[in-house]
């Protein structure tokens, strides 16, 4: 198999169910024996832990006006976009007049 060596129950069941069917069921195990250990490594929580819990008044210092960001983001992203559409269309129009100049001359060619 390369560089996985397999033996003896392993080989058999590799050549029985294909070798990646082994080795992602092994990956899920793992995972799970993984997520076991971390689980029940995990502290206690508190009440205060285990939900979202809402602050009552935010000083005015800590708060952070979202909207004008978020304008402010679309409208670059709107920019750049429209920006690179155009450069797009400006370039598909430069290749058309290429293109359009090539017929002609082979035209031209074809006829004399």
């Known amino acids: 198999m390369g560089i996985l060596r397999l033996r003896g129950a392993w080989r058999r069941a590799a050549s029985r169910w294909g070798a990646s069917r082994v080795l992602a069921l092994g990956l899920v195990v793992g995972a799970a024996a993984g997520m076991a250990v971390l689980d029940a490594a995990q502290p206690a929580t508190t009440a205060a832990q ?30 750049i976009a429209i920006g690179y559409l155009w450069t797009i269309w400006q370039r598909l129009g430069a290749v058309e007049a290429e293109l359009a100049d090539a017929n002609r001359r082979i035209g031209d060619r074809d006829d004399g």
């Open 50 to 79: 285990d939900g979202f819990v809402p602050m009552g008044d935010i000083p005015p210092e800590d708060q952070m006006p979202a909207a004008p960001l978020v304008a402010g983001a679309y409208a670059v992203v709107w920019a």
